[in-house]
Structure formats: C-alpha cells, structure tokens
C-alpha cells in the first residue's frame, strides 16, 4: 500500500539556521507533491508544489526537492525564524480528475530564538 | 483575500446522532473535499465533489457518511450515526481546477460522547 515517511521525531534548530525536512514515499508515483504547514488546532496551509518533471521549486525562504528515482522530496527553510514553528506535512497528489491528497504524519520544527 | 468557511467550529454530540458539518468553499472552485484528522494521527481523504456528485470516496466514507451541495456555495458532510471513533478534526478543502494547491477551512473538531 501506499506509504508516505517523514522524519518523525521532531527537529528544533537556531534561529537563522536553515531547516531541512525529509519526505520519502513508497509504492506509489505521484504527479504532484505539496508541502503544507500546520499550526496547531488550525487547518493546513498551503507552501509549494512541486510536479514530477521538476527537481526544485523556491518560494522566498522556501526550497522543495523532488527525486521521483529516490522517491523523496526534501523541503529547506532557510534563515528561519521561530514564527516558522509549525509542523509541516507531506501531501502526494495524484493525477486525474480526483486531486486528492495522500498525507505524511508530518515533522514538527521548533525555532528557537 | 478568499477563504473557506467552516461551522460550527466544534460540535459535541452523543454517539448515534446525526451531525452536519458545513463548509462554504471559496466562490469560483470546482473541486470540493472533505478530509478527517483523529487527534495525534495523519490527515485522511474522506471524499471528492465534483460537478455535483461524488468524484471518489475512501473506505472511511462508508454508508453512515454522506455529502451534499444543496445551493450552489454551502458543502455538507453529514454523519447519520455518529460513533466514538468518528470524534476528529474534519477539514473542508476547494480547489479551483487541475494544476492547483488546495484551499483548506479551520476545521470543525468533532467530539462524540
């Protein structure tokens, strides 16, 4: 069956200190992978996608990875800040009409000031 | 800025109970769903609308669930028969077309007593 692994324990770094969060799925090819944040008790929000025939997608601080032979996507913050605390989930995306996601548990990131 | 809606924001209800969970998706999206997250544990996929009707369904979505788009903006997920182990988060999420990230409401957290 489908899996979806992210780093489970939860990473706590310095502020100003780049962030690196670990995605790695298995038994399945998605066409799309999306990184979501989530702040406790709240829905998640969107970050970036990212399509197969890409290898890598920046959004300000932000800087997704795809390997599909690895089948793992890495997901970078740099210069983070503690107002990135949050935890961050791993969705894949399948084709088709459906578009719904499958979710990694997520990994949670402590700044620290 | 557009956003989805979600009420109540938490319903407490005594097992075997019917509940109707509401979501407003933003205006011009098309692709609608709801998803479950159990307290601790990953985000589910519950169910896609599409065009009014069910584009697919998860086995958590079985014959207890069902969903509705009565008037063209509201986007209900009913429970008939509610069970502990429905007591959740429950997330409604939008999308305006392929090639897009969705868009997720709060939340409506679900207690069943």
Redesign the interface.
């Known amino acids: 069956s489908q899996k979806i692994e992210q780093n489970s324990e939860a990473l706590n770094i310095q502020e100003g200190k780049t962030a690196t969060l670990t995605c790695n799925y298995t038994n399945y090819s998605p066409a799309?992978l999306?990184w979501?944040r989530q702040d406790p008790?709240?829905?998640?929000?969107?970050l970036l996608?990212i399509r197969e025939n890409e290898k890598e997608k920046r959004k300000e601080r932000l800087k997704v990875t795809f390997d599909t032979t690895l089948k793992q996507s890495l997901f970078h913050i740099t210069a983070s800040q503690p107002a990135d605390s949050a935890t961050y989930?791993c969705?894949l995306d399948g084709a088709g009409?459906?578009?719904?996601?499958?979710?990694?548990?997520?990994t949670s990131l402590a700044v620290n000031p | 800025e557009p956003e989805v809606t979600q009420t109540p924001s938490h319903q407490v209800t005594q097992m075997g109970q019917e509940v109707i969970l509401r979501c407003v998706p933003i205006s011009n999206h098309l692709y609608f769903y709801w998803y479950r997250q159990i307290l601790g544990q990953k985000v589910e996929f519950l169910v896609s609308f599409y065009n009014n009707e069910i584009s697919e369904k998860s086995e958590i979505f079985d014959d207890q669930f069902s969903v509705e788009r009565p008037d063209g903006s509201n986007f209900t997920l009913k429970i008939r028969s509610t069970k502990l182990e429905d007591s959740a988060m429950y997330f409604c999420a939008s999308i305006v077309a392929h090639d897009n990230e969705q868009f997720f409401g709060p939340g409506t957290r679900l207690t069943v007593l």
């Open positions: 799309y999306q979501y008790g709240r829905g998640p929000v969107f996608l989930l969705a009409n459906n578009r719904k996601l499958i979710w990694g548990l997520g």
